[in-house]
């Protein structure tokens, strides 16, 4: 039983690690922000890992986001806990999220770069297939108890603490780096591939790296670095270069 127990809250821990890279580095910084560049393969495989895990639509994450930061923490902002209410968002962001991603014209007018791919067409558009896959092959390795068990603490845990804490927290507490109303946490990006650094982001939205002080650590920016050393992503200049070329 313990064994089982340890397994199972292991397991967990990977998949919202993976959900958590595959978001800051596919989704948020290459979709999004164009901060980088992925080989297609890689690109296709981080698509593939966020399909599984969480069912998330790239366009509709996209558009969302990209609206967040025109309107940060002003009128329009899909999901600003200054406007909305901190608790509002840090509980329920999931729900400010999807209230705005069903709408087409956000989409639209956000996310017309994102093309409805052959990958998209065949596989990924449908968002309740990916995870129903994920808990199946879940309940076939640690057994349906298990299996069902570590798909309740990722998903908690990814939707209504993780990414909450991004848009909730990091618009509410924390120091700041730079003049904007979003806010860094640094243990907070220890545990969300550096989303935590989220005032560096707002400074410079399109750097591939969050981090900008030496007390500050991006865990995805080692991935990064090693993928571009593998000619496998492109990064566009990071916040020190910025600077450097201002």
Known sequence: MLISLIITLLVAAGLIQIAVFSTTIFLHRTATHRALVLHPAVAVMFRAMLWLTTGINTREWVA????????????????????????????????HYVREARKQEVQEKYARDIENDWWERALFRHNLIGPALGLTALCAILGIGWGLLAAVIHGVVYVFILSSSINGLCHYHGYKNFENTATNIR??????????????????????????????????WPVIWLLTKLKLAKPYRTIAEAQEAS
């Open 187 to 220: 243990l907070l990006a220890l545990i969300t591939g550096g989303e935590g650094l989220h005032n560096n982001h707002h400074g410079f939205p399109r750097s591939p790296k969050f981090s900008f002080r030496a007390s500050e650590f991006d865990p995805a």
């Open 64 to 95: 969302v986001h990209r609206k967040h930061h025109q309107f940060t923490d002003e009128e329009g902002d899909p999901h600003s806990p200054l406007l909305a209410g901190f608790w509002s968002v840090q509980l329920g962001n999931v729900f």
